[in-house]
């Protein structure tokens, strides 16, 4: 399974982020697409949100309803969404692909900065 990131970048704060990653290659009927992030000087990666093919979406702890995430069956694409970004918003996404195996995107790096 190969998964592509786009979005990211240089956000101010207020701003909106938009963060896609579609995956192909060796799909599975049922499986679950989310993103992580990692913050500077953290060293893991915390769970934003996942979503199932069966739209099951789970948010992490942290999130308090600042984060929105979607999918696109047909185009097995899910995104991420979140308004009001805040400069803790800052760290590195990645995508990550769960069906009977694990699968990590190579990240984007997300900067909210005046």
């Known amino acids: 399974v190969q998964l592509v990131e786009s979005g990211g970048g240089l956000v101010q704060p207020g701003g909106s982020l938009r963060l896609s990653c579609k995956a192909s290659?060796?799909?599975?009927?049922?499986?679950?697409m989310g993103w992580y992030s990692q913050v500077p000087d953290n060293g893991g990666r915390e769970l934003v949100a996942?979503?199932?093919?069966?739209?099951?979406?789970q948010y992490g702890e942290f999130v308090n309803g600042r984060f929105n995430i979607s999918r696109d069956g047909a185009k097995n694409t899910v995104n991420l969404e979140r308004n009001n970004l805040e400069p803790g918003d800052t760290g590195v996404y990645y995508c990550?692909?769960?069906?009977?195996?694990?699968?990590w995107g190579q990240g984007t790096q997300v900067n909210v900065s005046s």
């Open positions: 990550h692909f769960r069906n009977w195996s694990g699968y």
């Open positions: 290659g060796g799909i599975s009927l049922v499986y679950v």
């Open positions: 996942t979503i199932a093919t069966t739209d099951v979406i």
